[in-house]
């Protein structure tokens, strides 16, 4: 992905310097595609709107409209639920405006973005994994933050949806005799996530496997 930012990056460069001796005829100014662009997501449509935003970044890369393009393209994304295609766009902006006034916003809707791809705790957790650890980055770096409160709330539900999978998989284990792993899963889920909500009696679970594991010399 680094590379596919790198590459349209120099791209945008490129133009910019080659528009500065060679004027396109029929280029529109960046405030009439940038409010044309507007008006397509209003009415959403998306495609055409996120088409004309990138207008404004190929012909005024050095515009602040470019900026605003990018941002207004990730947040078209996030409202239309494309979850991946608003992390791209936000993961975008970080690296070409790193020190930007929008940086704890567009960092807060990583995580959001990883966080509403999330999957119930029989599913893969991938996107959970991450959407913790951006939760977290953003919590270090932001902690007063006015998305402060909405990423530790977020926070403990994705900690609840990765120990609830942990627990999914030890009683997998459970039902299949093997003691010793599905004693290891509850232990880790006991250590690592004490105060997360379960759906099960972690103590009975606990008692059953470690039990059994002893009961068999494990």
Do not use: W
Not at 45 to 63: I, L, S
């Amino acid at each position: 992905m680094k590379s596919v930012l790198r590459s349209r990056l120099l791209l945008a460069v490129v133009i910019f310097v080659y528009g500065c001796a060679h004027q396109e005829p029929g280029i529109r100014p960046a405030g009439e595609l940038f409010q044309e662009a507007t008006e397509l997501a209003e009415q959403g449509k998306t495609e055409k709107a996120a088409e004309k935003f990138m207008e404004v970044r190929t012909y005024y890369p050095g515009d602040d409209l470019a900026r605003k393009s990018l941002l207004a393209t990730a947040d078209l994304y996030y409202e239309q639920e494309d979850y991946a295609s608003a992390l791209q766009s936000y993961e975008e902006f970080r690296l070409l405006y790193p020190t930007d006034v929008e940086s704890a916003y567009s960092l807060h809707r990583i995580a959001m973005s990883h966080f509403k791809q999330t999957g119930t705790p029989d599913r893969d957790q991938t996107e959970t994994v991450r959407a913790i650890q951006t939760f977290e980055s953003f919590l270090s770096s932001y902690p007063n933050s006015p998305y402060a409160e909405e990423a530790r709330t977020r926070l403990a539900e994705a900690k609840s949806t990765l120990a609830k999978h942990y627990v999914y998989i030890g009683k997998f284990y459970l039902r299949k005799k093997k003691y010793e792993a599905a004693c290891n899963r509850f232990q880790y889920v006991r250590e690592h996530y004490p105060d997360a909500p379960l759906d099960d009696d972690l103590d009975e679970l606990l008692s059953r496997s470690c039990g059994e594991k002893g009961r068999a010399g494990g």
